[in-house]
Nanobody, 124 residues
Framework: QVQLEESGGGFVQAGGSLRLSCAASGRAFINYNLAWFRQAPGKEREFVAAIKSGGSSTYYAASVKGRFTISRDNAKNTLYLQMRSLEPEDTAVYYC?????????????????WGQGTQVTVSS
């Protein structure tokens, strides 16, 4: 089992940058596929980015591709999301999620482990 805790959210102006972190505790972090999701008020939770267990493959939602970068440091049991050129539409609570398996999914239902979320607010 893995416990996840996000940090790094905050308030930023449009065009700015933030880096989110997700610290994991528990065993076998290196074996887990990890992802970032976000949920804006009144909207469903949506996929942002994912990274395979070994870190060799990454996946992005079209809305963030080219602006966000997902990465992981398996030695530190930490997942990151570097966000650049932020837009007001990026305002949401951001969650990290993880699960083991051979495939990386964009659907939240495939992830068993979740953090509590961190708020990102982008002003125009």
């Amino acid at each position: 089992q893995v416990q996840l805790e996000e940090s790094g959210g905050g308030f930023v102006q449009a065009g700015g940058s933030l880096r989110l972190s997700c610290a994991a505790s528990g065993r076998a972090f290196i074996n887990y596929n990890l992802a970032w999701f976000r949920q804006a008020p009144g909207k469903e939770r949506e996929f942002v980015a994912a990274i395979k267990s070994g870190g060799s493959s990454t996946y992005y939602a079209a809305s963030v591709k080219g602006r966000f970068t997902i990465s992981r440091d398996n030695a530190k049991n930490t997942l990151y999301l570097q966000m650049r050129s932020l837009e007001p539409e990026d305002t949401a609570v951001y969650y990290c999620a993880g699960d083991s398996g051979s495939y990386v999914y964009e659907q939240s239902s495939f992830y068993r482990y979740w953090g509590q979320g961190t708020q990102v607010t982008v002003s125009s």
